[in-house]
């Protein structure tokens, strides 16, 4: 019986190491935690007409290097045009999520079209695929594209 109880001991202890050597943080590839965001909205009404409304409009910029910048636009009401826009983010593998809140009661009976400028630095990939969804009052406008070093 001693003999039983030491085996079950020992094969305990060995899982248990296992288990916390397996799972250390040094074994983790991307974490949010090492990841700078900063999000703004460029001041004033964009009226260039670079409103997005097809996948393939010209409505999106980005760079990448260090640090990814990406510059899109999103329709909103005139009133007020300040700092309007909410931004959050989430990164699963190699997709970049970022949603985007208009935060601002709809006071004219305008729209205009303002750009939104996201910073993200800390990534460890050359290649993400960078989707944003921003509901708006009659559908969801959403960006999916792909960037990269």
């Given at each position: 019986?001693?003999?039983?109880?030491?085996?079950?001991?020992?094969?305990f202890?060995?899982?248990?190491?296992?288990?916390?050597?397996?799972?250390?943080?040094?074994?983790?590839?991307?974490?949010?935690?090492?990841?700078?965001f900063?999000?703004?909205?460029?001041?004033g009404c964009?009226?260039?007409?670079?409103?997005?409304t097809?996948?393939?409009?010209?409505?999106?910029?980005?760079?990448?290097?260090?640090?990814?910048?990406?510059?899109?636009?999103l329709?909103?009401?005139?009133?007020?045009?300040?700092?309007?826009f909410?931004s959050d983010?989430?990164?699963?593998?190699?997709?970049?999520?970022?949603?985007v809140?208009d935060?601002?009661?709809?006071?004219?009976?305008?729209i205009?079209?303002?750009?939104?400028?996201?910073?993200?630095?800390?990534?460890?990939?050359?290649?993400?695929l960078?989707?944003?969804?921003?509901?708006?009052?009659?559908?969801?406008?959403?960006?999916?594209?792909s960037?990269?070093k």
């Open positions: 019986m001693k003999k039983y109880l030491i085996f079950i001991f020992a094969t202890s060995y899982l248990v190491l296992v288990l916390l050597f397996s799972c250390s943080e040094k074994n983790a590839t991307e974490t949010e935690s090492e990841i700078t900063s999000s703004h909205q460029i001041s964009n009226n260039s007409g670079l409103l997005k097809t996948t393939t409009d010209s409505c999106f910029a980005y760079s990448f290097d260090d640090t990814l910048k990406v510059d899109f636009c329709p909103g009401n005139c009133c007020p045009d300040s700092q309007r909410v983010y989430k990164i699963n593998s190699d997709t970049i999520f970022i949603s809140t935060t601002a009661a709809q006071g004219c009976y305008c205009c079209n303002y750009t939104i400028h996201v910073e993200l630095s800390g990534l460890t990939k050359d290649n993400y960078f989707v944003c969804e921003y509901p708006t009052r009659y559908d969801t406008l959403s960006y999916s594209e960037v990269s």
